[in-house]
């Protein structure tokens, strides 16, 4: 077995992959078996087209949001209908790209895939199989550094989002109601705001090439507040995708028939 250090570097020569005893490995395949599942759920859902939305109380998945699709139902299409209806095309397809390339470029998610799924590093200390590395400075992970943009792209969504949680106690005979959906909607939407502005992005955004943090006050507590949720982006990441895979199957469920939606108020 070939060294994994560089002996013109003056480090010891060592032939194992790692000295670490720990369970190192776990992280990465907790990893690979979260993300997996969460992606193929997704995709299911994306492209099944059918109990995405509730019309007797406005509850519509955000998977489906904004349905644009001319095969949505109309009380679902908020924005209207403007693609066509065929089944590669998702009902969301305006803005599930964009929210994709958010989490894909996500510095958190980056870590978290290339130690799982490129094993590059899987872990610390531990050596990776790659004979070269060019980081991110060839294609295609050059597109990295358009996170910032997708940034932009996230926070029109989630307004999008929040619009339709408000909506959404609105009952389609028009009058005010109140359901566990509701809940689980607008608890969804307020975490997907904590995770957005977690981002690194909007941290250096607010608080970006300020030299005398005193003469904008406004920003500088702005920028402690997004610092704060910075600290929390992984958790928030992993929070997410488990909020929203709950907010639409719990849209799927009641919109299927499979369960009744449990009512508070009307």
Known sequence: MSSTTDASAGRAQI????????????????NVVGLGAWVLYATVRAFMQEWYFVTEYNYL????????????????????????????????????????????TCYYYRKA????????????????????????????????????????AAVIIS?????????????GDGSFGLGLGNIILLGNV???????ISCHSCRSIIGGRLNHFSKHPLRYKAWQFVSRLNTKHMQLAWTTLAT?????????AVSAGWIPDLRIIN
Not at 123 to 146: D, K
Not at 159 to 171: G, S
Not at 190 to 196: N, P, R
Not at 244 to 252: E, N, P, R, W
């Open 15 to 30: 032939a194992a992959r790692t000295l670490r005893t720990d369970r190192w490995w776990l992280p990465p395949l907790l």
């Open 61 to 104: 998945t955000p998977f489906y949001s904004p349905c644009v699709s001319v095969g949505c139902i109309p009380e679902a299409a908020h924005f209207g209908r403007i693609l066509p209806d065929v089944w590669w095309l998702p009902y969301a397809a305006l803005t599930l790209p964009f929210l994709l390339l958010f989490r894909l």
């Open 113 to 152: 895939y290339y130690r799982s799924f490129w094993l590059s590093p899987p872990a610390c200390a531990v050596a990776e199989p790659h004979r070269r590395y060019t980081g991110e400075t060839r294609f295609p992970l050059l597109g990295q550094n358009l996170h910032r943009y997708f940034f932009y």
């Open 159 to 171: 307004i999008i989002n929040t619009y339709d949680a408000i909506l959404a106690f609105q009952k």
């Open 190 to 196: 307020i975490l997907l705001w904590a995770y957005t």
């Open 244 to 252: 929203l895979a709950i907010t639409d199957f719990y849209v799927m």
